[in-house]
């Protein structure tokens, strides 16, 4: 009975991270229920946090450490940062960013829309950074950032269109979303990702519990998720990728640990594909926009990163799950948000005020 409550509580939590625009008569969708399955055992949780073997940030790994046989550094080989052709294709792709009207022609008085993309964590984060850059004196007033990350809607649910149970599609809701925005999709240029797959059935589980089962599969629907945005949004330039952040403190089989950490591995293996030219991926065909990492998410709980002192502790994830970002947590992520868009090269041209 005890369980059968938690479980109510957490879908009526994820219900209510359906969606932002939900004041402007867009109505929130639940989650997908997730049933008690069986997951790899990562360690054990407390308030410490469940403890992954082997797992460092990657961002504080060498080319030398490794994890199930993976090299450090967001791009592998102990690299955060891009291989300089793969930068430089980059520069140039943002150089081409500048504001539209909703015909997609250049224009001063036009938008740059920056697009989020994923589940119900990156609507919540999507929103505080939202509240966070529009308060900011530095970001470009032509910069238009939407919330298209919706409740309940894994990657799978993404690339099949999967209808919620009010019969809403995933791929509607963000046309909706665009257009209470006041905004057009041709001014759709840029999009930050963060996506995850709901590890809700047994039979997930048994497919794709061991490594490297989960990010192969993650980064498959990614790729197509990629394509479906470029079909959409002609004008979409670049896409940033996150992977999630720390699970640890998960109280149910949602989406924990190691399942968090090893989604790094999925966008690693997604822009090397990429770079490697993987025909689904090609930006210059215009069937992808060019990938890129988006900030890096994941720390050792307590414990954190080295990069930053980034940590994350319980009080960082709702009560009812663990999984999902509290205040603090959504402000922690928001945070991060902003300070690569204000930094970054590829992103500053466009996204800070000139």
Same mark, same amino acid.
């Given at each position: 009975?005890?369980?059968?409550?938690?479980?109510?509580?957490?879908?009526?939590?994820?219900?209510?991270?359906?969606?932002?625009?939900?004041?402007?008569?867009?109505?929130?969708? =639940?989650?997908?229920?997730? @049933? &008690?399955?069986?997951?790899?055992?990562?360690? %054990?949780? #407390? !308030? /410490?946090? $469940? +403890?992954?073997?082997?797992?460092?940030?990657?961002?504080?790994?060498?080319?030398?450490?490794?994890?199930?046989?993976?090299?450090?550094?967001?791009?592998?080989?102990?690299?955060?940062?891009?291989?300089?052709?793969?930068?430089?294709?980059?520069?140039?792709?943002?150089?081409?960013?500048?504001?539209?009207? =909703?015909?997609?022609?250049? @224009? &001063?008085?036009?938008?740059?829309?920056?697009? %989020?993309? #994923? !589940? /119900?964590? $990156? +609507?919540?984060?999507?929103?505080?950074?939202?509240?966070?850059?529009?308060?900011?004196?530095?970001?470009?007033?032509?910069?238009?950032?939407?919330?298209?990350?919706?409740?309940?809607?894994?990657?799978?649910?993404?690339?099949?269109?999967?209808?919620?149970?009010?019969?809403?599609?995933?791929?509607?809701?963000?046309?909706?979303?665009?257009?209470?925005?006041?905004?057009?999709?041709?001014?759709?240029?840029?999009?930050?990702?963060?996506?995850?797959?709901?590890?809700?059935?047994?039979?997930?589980?048994?497919?794709?519990?061991?490594?490297?089962?989960?990010?192969?599969?993650?980064?498959?629907?990614?790729?197509?998720?990629?394509?479906?945005?470029?079909?959409?949004?002609?004008?979409?330039?670049?896409?940033?990728?996150?992977?999630?952040?720390?699970?640890?403190?998960?109280?149910?089989?949602?989406?924990?640990?190691?399942?968090?950490?090893?989604?790094?591995?999925?966008?690693?293996?997604?822009?090397?594909?990429?770079?490697?030219?993987?025909?689904?991926?090609?930006?210059?065909?215009?069937?992808?926009?060019?990938?890129?990492?988006?900030?890096?998410?994941?720390?050792?709980?307590?414990?954190?990163?080295?990069?930053?002192?980034?940590?994350?502790?319980?009080?960082?994830?709702?009560?009812?799950?663990?999984?999902?970002?509290?205040?603090?947590?959504?402000?922690?992520?928001?945070?991060?948000?902003?300070?690569?868009?204000?930094?970054?090269?590829?992103?500053?041209?466009?996204?800070?005020?000139?």
């Amino acid at each position: 009975m005890r369980n059968a409550l938690r479980w109510m509580v957490m879908l009526a939590m994820l219900a209510a991270a359906g969606g932002a625009a939900t004041a402007a008569g867009e109505a929130p969708e =639940a989650s997908p229920e997730a @049933s &008690p399955a069986s997951r790899p055992e990562a360690g %054990t949780t #407390g !308030m /410490s946090g $469940t +403890t992954v073997a082997d797992a460092k940030p990657l961002t504080d790994m060498t080319a030398e450490d490794r994890y199930k046989g993976e090299a450090g550094g967001l791009y592998g080989g102990g690299r955060n940062t891009p291989p300089e052709a793969h930068l430089q294709a980059a520069l140039a792709e943002a150089a081409k960013i500048r504001p539209l009207d =909703a015909d997609g022609k250049p @224009s &001063p008085g036009g938008k740059i829309v920056l697009l %989020t993309h #994923g !589940m /119900s964590a $990156t +609507t919540l984060e999507s929103r505080r950074f939202i509240e966070l850059a529009n308060a900011d004196p530095r970001k470009n007033p032509a910069a238009l950032i939407v919330d298209g990350a919706q409740g309940g809607v894994d990657s799978r649910d993404w690339v099949e269109d999967t209808p919620s149970r009010s019969g809403a599609r995933p791929w509607d809701r963000l046309a909706q979303r665009l257009q209470l925005a006041g905004a057009a999709p041709r001014q759709v240029q840029v999009v930050w990702m963060k996506h995850a797959i709901a590890m809700k059935s047994q039979g997930r589980v048994r497919q794709l519990g061991e490594f490297p089962q989960y990010p192969r599969q993650l980064k498959e629907d990614m790729a197509q998720i990629l394509g479906l945005l470029k079909q959409r949004f002609p004008n979409l330039k670049i896409a940033y990728v996150s992977s999630r952040s720390y699970a640890g403190y998960a109280s149910t089989p949602l989406n924990p640990e190691p399942y968090a950490y090893e989604s790094a591995f999925a966008v690693r293996w997604l822009i090397q594909d990429q770079m490697k030219g993987e025909d689904s991926l090609d930006y210059t065909a215009g069937k992808a926009p060019l990938v890129l990492w988006g900030p890096y998410l994941w720390a050792d709980g307590e414990k954190g990163r080295k990069v930053d002192g980034l940590v994350y502790k319980r009080e960082d994830y709702v009560t009812d799950d663990g999984t999902h970002p509290s205040d603090s947590g959504q402000q922690k992520i928001a945070e991060q948000l902003l300070e690569f868009f204000t930094a970054d090269p590829t992103a500053t041209g466009w996204f800070v005020k000139h």
